[in-house]
């Protein structure tokens, strides 16, 4: 079935407009749900990486001068292609990523509606327009496009995070180099042909495949590439912020997350153990907004406990192009690793396993990276399956006494991504909205689902203040300008000529 789908074996780097083969080493793109070979990807290197920026910094200067109204026509189209396509781009994000297919067509969904509301953007990018201290003066301040901009995209959302990143630095009028994760690039060959058939002007986007110690490290110490946006896991993204620090570089993170749900002894049960399972196991748990910890209040511990093991027993695993799936495979073996890892750490820890824990080997899960959707109870705030980030399907329940103690237990630890609470006591909604310490929060739903015009990011570990999605993604890529402009015809001095 794999195959088929592609129409070319071997993917190119997409440079100043033109489709470029790389001569050297290519990696092998695996189905996770198979272990099949899907299509290889160059390794490329620093000279591909350079010859992207000079093509990137010849187009981004007549790209600047489009009117911005005008920028935004290519993202129309662009979103238009996309809606065209998208039950093709969702087969073949399954395909590469392994998620299902129902939360691949959402994905893809969530690439559209950022193309139409990035591309109403051509007509706002708002500056302010505001009072001058002196007589005969006007003052405003106008957003201008930084340059060449650099993004680094993940595997986990191979496309929605492309468009969340490429959409505003287009429209803004930047130029943009673009490595994907090496593990899932054919969202970015098909992203790239979109844009081509857009129109968008040569260069104005490059693709460059390879991985991280290479492009992106070149990409990283490139002087003529003056923004990086990144998401990633926080050993990376921290690198890249130090060396970035270094040449004083504006940088974008956003990096790992560890989510909870809490439940209070007023909750929905019912509805709380949907949105558990939703949040926790949907996508295998490879979410940056994953649920991986329940907050319970102690009075309803054990009915929450049986309810999710009763919702986890429904869970099929496997295949992710079958419609009736609703757990895929992780997607790699350091994947599968990583999780095998945490699940002995939770066992000595002292936290009782109630469910999963182990690797699917048999019949149809034989060739794939199959893990069995994981329950902990009685793990407590400080363990490390309830303080580091383990980016699979294992949610550790902490039981705690009161709405105060859960508040605490959420914000101990040093990510600050997503949260969110089940109570019908609207007192303790508002309080909650205020308190819980991260960047997005929910209110009687999961952890994750977040809709692209709200800003997207978190607080502590989870990032460095910028935010993706959202009219404040602008901010990442765009430099604001102030304006004055006196029209008294003489010198007028401030803070000094002012009456
Ligand atoms: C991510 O996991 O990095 O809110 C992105 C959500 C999705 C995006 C997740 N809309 O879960």
Not at 31 to 45: I, K, M, Q, R, Y
Not at 150 to 161: E, H, L, M
Not at 327 to 332: F, L, Q
Request: proline share 3%; hydrophobic share 40%.
């Amino acid at each position: 079935m794999a195959n088929t789908m592609m129409d070319v074996k071997s993917l190119k780097n997409f440079i100043n407009g033109e489709w470029k083969e790389v001569e050297g080493e290519t990696t092998a793109v695996i189905n996770p749900a198979t272990g099949e070979t899907v299509v290889h990807v160059p390794l490329s290197t620093k000279e591909t990486v350079d010859e992207a920026v000079v093509a990137a910094k010849l187009a981004q200067k007549e790209w600047a001068m489009v009117p911005a109204p005008q920028r935004a026509e290519v993202l129309y189209r662009v979103g238009q292609i996309m809606k065209d396509r998208k039950e093709k781009l969702s087969q073949l994000l399954t395909l590469e990523n392994g998620k299902v297919i129902e939360e691949a067509r959402g994905e893809v969904q969530e690439g559209i509606d950022m193309a139409f509301y990035m591309a109403g953007e051509g007509r706002r990018l708002f500056g302010q327009t505001t009072p001058a201290e002196l007589q005969n003066k006007f003052a405003m301040s106008v957003r201008a496009p930084i340059g060449v901009v650099g993004i680094i995209t993940p595997w986990n959302f191979p496309i929605a995070i492309a468009t969340w990143k490429s959409f505003p630095a287009i429209v803004a009028g930047n130029a943009v180099v673009w490595k994907p994760a090496t593990e899932t690039p054919i969202m970015a060959y098909e992203l790239a042909k979109i844009y081509e058939e857009a129109g968008l002007p040569k260069g104005v986007i490059n693709v460059v495949f390879g991985s991280g110690s290479s492009v992106g490290d070149a990409m990283v110490h490139h002087k003529d590439i003056r923004v990086i946006s990144f998401t990633g896991s926080n050993e990376t993204g921290s690198h890249i912020a130090a060396e970035c620090g270094r040449q004083l570089k504006k940088v974008s993170l956003e990096m790992g997350g560890k989510n909870a749900v809490i439940v209070m002894d007023d909750a929905d049960i019912e509805l709380a153990v949907e949105g558990i399972i939703w949040s926790a196991f949907g996508t295998s748990g490879q979410r940056c907004t994953a649920c991986s910890r329940v907050i319970v209040h102690e009075d309803v511990k054990e009915t929450l406990e049986e309810r999710l093991l009763v919702a986890m027993e429904q869970l099929t695993i496997g295949n992710g192009l079958d419609e009736k799936v609703k757990v895929g495979p992780i997607i790699n073996q350091a994947g599968m690793e990583k999780i095998k890892k945490y699940i002995e750490i939770g066992k000595n820890e002292g936290a009782k396993l109630l469910a999963g824990g182990y690797v699917l080997t048999e019949g149809e899960h034989k060739e794939g990276n199959y893990f069995a959707p994981t329950l902990f109870t009685n793990a407590t705030a400080n363990m490390r399956i309830a303080q580091e980030e383990i980016f699979g399907p294992v949610v550790s329940l902490i039981p705690v006494r009161s709405f105060e103690e859960a508040i605490e237990v959420n914000n101990s630890v040093t990510y600050g991504l997503s949260s969110s609470i089940f109570t019908k006591d609207v007192n303790r909604v508002f309080q909650a909205q205020r308190d819980l310490d991260t960047g997005i929060v929910y209110v009687n739903a999961g952890t994750t689902g977040a809709e692209i015009h709200l800003p997207f990011g978190g607080s502590k570990g989870t990032g460095n203040g910028y935010r993706d999605s959202g009219v404040q993604a602008l901010d990442v890529f765009t430099e604001w300008k102030a304006i004055y402009v006196d029209y008294s015809g003489k010198l007028q001095r401030a803070q000094i000529d002012v009456e």
